[in-house]
């Protein structure tokens, strides 16, 4: 049981490029999240979704697109990379429920760093 | 979420028990309190969560006050593994739109 991987692990883009971060839960959670963090910040909420073939925009959307092909599988895809998006990505999971308050216990992956020069 | 305070940083020697204060005096009645942690380049890690009754596992204790308004996290006999940003969280922990992460607070165990 591996939890949440994310890949890749560090990736370093130049102004324009474009790619994909990978994040796969085998836990058979329904919620997927991608967050940012930037230097001496907290984690801002990029998108989610709540189970296969739905997402939905977070606090700062702009600049990514998001899928949920697979149950399993969330990407985060930056059509052109800036400057301003180099950061620290996570991405979690969690199921619908689980107990009383339980539904805020998020499952973390272990993070891509992610530099565009 | 409700919105938080928590000091930015505290230390605490190797041993000793740590004491993470968190204020939420606008927590409303239906909102839980969540703590998260986050070691160095690594992802959040759950802790602990409570409602109005004081909790403890494995990790850690949480001490709610009365009236809700403030909260402690309570890390018994710190190691240096404890070293990380602390995170209180208020959230009625049932909506889909995840978790509002702060700053949190430094938490530095000397040896």
């Known amino acids: 049981n591996a939890g949440v991987t994310q890949t890749p692990k560090f990736r370093v883009l130049k102004t324009g490029q474009s790619m994909t971060l990978l994040c796969a839960q085998d836990?058979?959670?329904?919620?997927m999240y991608w967050y940012r963090q930037d230097p001496g910040m907290g984690l801002r909420l990029i998108h989610y979704?709540?189970?296969?073939?739905?997402?939905a925009k977070g606090e700062v959307p702009d600049g990514y697109n998001v899928s949920r092909l697979k149950k399993q599988n969330f990407l985060l895809g930056l059509e052109s990379a800036a400057p301003s998006q180099t950061s620290v990505y996570f991405c979690?999971?969690?199921?619908?429920?689980?107990?009383?308050?339980?539904?805020?216990?998020?499952?973390f992956g272990s993070g891509t760093q992610l530099s565009v020069l | 979420d409700a919105k938080t305070t928590q000091p930015p940083s505290m230390d605490c020697a190797e041993g000793r028990a740590a004491n993470l204060p968190c204020n939420h005096s606008?927590?409303?009645?239906?909102?839980?309190v969540y703590w998260y942690r986050q070691i160095h380049s690594q992802g959040p890690q759950y802790i602990i969560h409570g409602l109005k009754n004081n909790e403890t596992n494995e990790m850690a204790s949480l001490i709610i006050t009365e009236d809700r308004k403030s909260s402690t996290l309570i890390l018994p006999h710190a190691t240096l593994r404890d070293t990380a940003v602390y995170y209180c969280i208020g959230s009625s922990g049932g909506g889909a739109d995840g978790l509002t992460f702060g700053k949190g607070t430094h938490l530095i165990i000397q040896p």
């Open positions: 836990m058979n959670h329904e919620y």
């Open positions: 606008t927590i409303s009645g239906n909102e839980y």
């Open positions: 979690a999971s969690r199921p619908i429920y689980s107990g009383p308050g339980y539904g805020e216990k998020l499952f």
């Open positions: 979704s709540v189970g296969e073939g739905t997402t």
